[in-house]
Nanobody, 126 residues
Framework: QVQLVESGGASVQAGGSLKLSCAVS?????????VGWFRQTPGKEREFVAV??????YTTDSVKGRFTISKDDVKNTVFLQMNSLEAEDTAVYYC????????????????????WGQGTQVTVSS
């Protein structure tokens, strides 16, 4: 059982930055798991943000150039650095883990991830 705990959510002004952390209970070996970030606003489905799968990083177009996913294997932690935040980035952010998938397109689907954290709130005020 893989357990994930997010932290780092806060309220910030538009244009500001935040760094979210996702602590993973098991070694996030690149040979076994991909770790992704999703976000959700009330009444909407969870939206893919970014994923780190082995040595590859995929980021949704709306955050490219502003958000960066990275990891620290020693600390078993995956990060989401968010810069130039916009009001539209306001959401609950979740990290999720899945065994490595054969199809890149499957990483954008929330249903591909069996393990989820509890979420952390990010609020961006304009």
């Amino acid at each position: 059982q893989v357990q994930l705990v997010e932290s780092g959510g806060a309220s910030v002004q538009a244009g500001g930055s935040l760094k979210l952390s996702c602590a993973v209970s098991e070694r996030t070996s690149a040979y076994y798991y991909a770790v992704g970030w999703f976000r959700q606003t009330p009444g909407k489905e969870r939206e893919f943000v970014a994923v780190l799968a082995w040595n590859e990083r995929y980021t949704t177009d709306s955050v490219k150039g502003r958000f960066t996913i990275s990891k620290d294997d020693v600390k078993n932690t995956v990060f989401l650095q968010m810069n130039s935040l916009e009001a539209e980035d306001t959401a609950v952010y979740y990290c999720a883990a899945t065994p490595l998938l054969s199809k890149r397109d499957d990483y954008v689907r929330a249903t591909s991830y069996p393990y989820w954290g509890q979420g952390t709130q990010v609020t961006v005020s304009s």
